[in-house]
């Protein structure tokens, strides 16, 4: 009986495991190889040198529509700028106004600082990676 014990406990324990990517893998958005590089001592992103400000990154491997890049205070946060809860069309392209973002298409906003939106949908921003070696910044997925 002691040594069916443990066994029980793992057995149930792998059996309760569950592929989390269901519920995180958005549909509507494809998933593009990103791998950007922003300097920091380039005028076009000087803004990010200060808390709460972002930018538009639309360059090389940037995504579906681009990529919003903030300033969170201490860290950098890379936000797909597309509308995450549709299909890909001409208004999903998101309209910065910090510190959140605007979906033109369903007039949702959605916090650059949790990616989450102010309504009850499925799909927070899809976000990206970041790196930061000086004034560097690399975002991948």
Same mark, same amino acid.
């Given at each position: 009986m002691k040594k069916i014990l443990p066994l029980l406990i793992a057995i149930i324990s792998i059996l309760s495991c569950s592929d989390d990517d269901i519920r995180t893998r958005n549909p509507f958005l494809p998933n593009y190889a990103v791998n950007v590089q922003v300097n920091l001592n380039l005028p076009a992103y000087s803004d990010?040198?200060?808390?709460?400000?972002?930018?538009?990154?639309?360059?090389?491997?940037?995504?579906?529509?681009?990529?919003?890049?903030?300033?969170?205070?201490?860290?950098?946060?890379?936000?797909?700028?597309?509308?995450?809860? %549709?299909?890909? %069309?001409?208004?999903?392209?998101?309209?910065?106004?910090?510190?959140?973002?605007?979906?033109?298409? &369903?007039?949702?906003?959605?916090?650059?600082?949790?990616?989450?939106?102010?309504? &009850?949908?499925?799909?927070?921003?899809?976000q990206y990676r970041t790196e930061v070696t000086g004034n560097v910044i690399r975002i991948f997925n």
């Open positions: 990010l040198n200060y808390a709460g400000n972002a930018v538009w990154i639309n360059s090389g491997s940037s995504g579906i529509n681009g990529i919003i890049l903030f300033n969170a205070g201490g860290s950098y946060l890379a936000w797909e700028a597309t509308c995450p809860n %549709q299909i890909p %069309q001409n208004c999903s392209v998101l309209e910065i106004s910090e510190p959140n973002v605007l979906c033109p298409c &369903d007039n949702v906003t959605y916090s650059l600082y949790t990616g989450l939106p102010n309504a &009850d949908l499925r799909y927070p921003l899809m």
